[in-house]
């Protein structure tokens, strides 16, 4: 795998890992808003453990699953927490 930085036109950029043209392993995503997702990556796709980030403070930690929320806690910019275990809220 080698680390590259690609940069898009809409303003969005990656950093980390690549294979054989994919997001492959560890890498930071950001959007212009201030999102930005770091973590692991499989074929382009958030998956394994990895946060994501808002500008309002609120943020996902936890697994990611074929570029979903898996098993993990999502906190809210107010601070309440929301648990999520298989891809769903519990």
């Known amino acids: 795998m080698t680390e590259k930085r690609i940069y898009f036109d809409d303003g969005t950029f990656y950093v980390g890992e690549v294979k054989d043209g994919k997001y492959d392993g560890r890498g930071t995503y950001t959007w ?3 999102e930005k997702y770091d ?4 074929d382009s796709k958030r998956h ?3 946060i994501m980030s808002n500008p309002d403070g609120s943020k996902y930690e936890g697994e990611w699953k074929e570029d979903n929320p898996w098993t993990g ?4 910019a107010d601070g309440s927490k929301i648990e999520y275990k298989d891809g769903k809220e519990i």
Do not use: L, M, V
């Open 73 to 76: 806690t999502r906190t809210n």
């Open 48 to 50: 394994g453990i990895g």
């Open 39 to 42: 973590g692991e990556y499989k």
């Open 32 to 34: 212009p808003s201030g």
